[in-house]
């Protein structure tokens, strides 16, 4: 079974390659304009290149925001911030936040098929370790949630500790929506005020009165879920 399973995993893996050489072959300068432009790291240019893409602007950025959700990196600010400038506020938030959410789940998925087993038996030889496992799958949501709340936290890190932990899936994405409306909206206000040279901050009083109120009903939902 042991063989088995790592022989899965080694086919997986060079599937995930093999996508990457196919996408390089059908589109030949495609992976090298993404890899420049995650390099700059510079918001205008990523709008602009976002832009370019015309009518397929909206599916482009979802699709980018996604992978480098998925990724880790680079930070997810300066994509979610190119799309309010694309889009405006709102339908550029809406569009990172569900992008982001899409993004960091494939990354909880394939990090935990590639990596919980050997994570578990390093657990399994500790008690504190184990008993810190437990915690995240009784009191993982209400902690990844407030977790995703914070501005500039690394995503890659919190794709990590969800994915190697006993976190649900159904838990895990559900606290990584909810979590990302606030953290992103905060994000991107800020980085599209200070490039537009604007300030309004009446928007982000909302987004933490939405935030103060998201905790709150992720207590009730902790309590009355898990308390089954």
């Given at each position: 079974?042991?063989?088995?399973?790592?022989?899965?995993?080694?086919?997986?893996?060079?599937?995930?390659?093999?996508?990457?050489?196919?996408?390089?072959?059908?589109?030949?300068?495609f992976?090298?304009?993404?890899?420049?432009?995650?390099?700059?790291?510079?918001?205008?240019?990523?709008?602009?290149y976002?832009?370019?893409?015309?009518s397929?602007?909206?599916?482009?950025?979802?699709?980018?925001?996604?992978f480098?959700?998925?990724?880790?990196?680079?930070?997810?600010?300066?994509?979610?911030?190119?799309?309010?400038?694309?889009?405006?506020?709102?339908?550029?938030?809406?569009?990172?936040?569900?992008?982001?959410?899409?993004?960091?789940?494939?990354?909880?998925?394939?990090?935990?098929?590639f990596?919980r087993?050997?994570?578990?038996?390093?657990?399994?030889?500790?008690?504190?370790?184990?008993?810190?496992?437990?915690?995240?799958?009784?009191?993982?949501?209400?902690?990844?949630?407030?977790?995703?709340?914070?501005?500039?936290?690394?995503?890659?890190?919190?794709?990590?500790?969800?994915?190697?932990?006993?976190?649900?899936?159904?838990?895990y994405?559900?606290?990584?929506?909810?979590?990302?409306?606030?953290?992103?909206?905060?994000?991107?206000?800020?980085?599209?005020?200070?490039?537009?040279?604007e300030?309004?901050?009446?928007?982000?009083?909302?987004?933490?009165?939405?935030?103060?109120?998201?905790?709150?009903?992720?207590?009730?939902?902790?309590?009355?879920v898990?308390?089954?």
């Amino acid at each position: 079974m042991k063989a088995s399973m790592t022989t899965v995993k080694i086919i997986a893996a060079l599937l995930i390659v093999l996508l990457f050489v196919i996408i390089h072959i059908v589109a030949p300068d495609f992976l090298p304009e993404i890899i420049e432009l995650l390099s700059h790291g510079d918001i205008v240019e990523t709008a602009e290149y976002i832009r370019s893409y015309g009518s397929m602007a909206v599916v482009f950025s979802f699709l980018l925001t996604l992978f480098v959700n998925a990724l880790g990196f680079p930070p997810a600010i300066i994509f979610s911030t190119a799309n309010t400038l694309i889009f405006g506020i709102f339908w550029g938030i809406t569009l990172s936040v569900a992008a982001e959410t899409v993004g960091v789940t494939i990354s909880f998925l394939l990090l935990r098929f590639f990596f919980r087993d050997t994570a578990e038996k390093i657990i399994s030889k500790s008690k504190r370790l184990s008993s810190m496992d437990q915690y995240s799958g009784e009191k993982g949501f209400i902690v990844m949630l407030i977790a995703r709340m914070v501005p500039y936290l690394p995503s890659a890190l919190l794709n990590a500790v969800g994915a190697l932990s006993s976190l649900s899936l159904r838990d895990y994405f559900i606290a990584s929506l909810i979590g990302k409306f606030p953290s992103t909206g905060i994000e991107a206000i800020i980085g599209h005020d200070a490039i537009l040279q604007e300030e309004d901050p009446t928007r982000i009083i909302i987004v933490v009165v939405f935030a103060v109120i998201l905790i709150a009903w992720a207590w009730y939902y902790q309590k009355k879920v898990h308390a089954k």
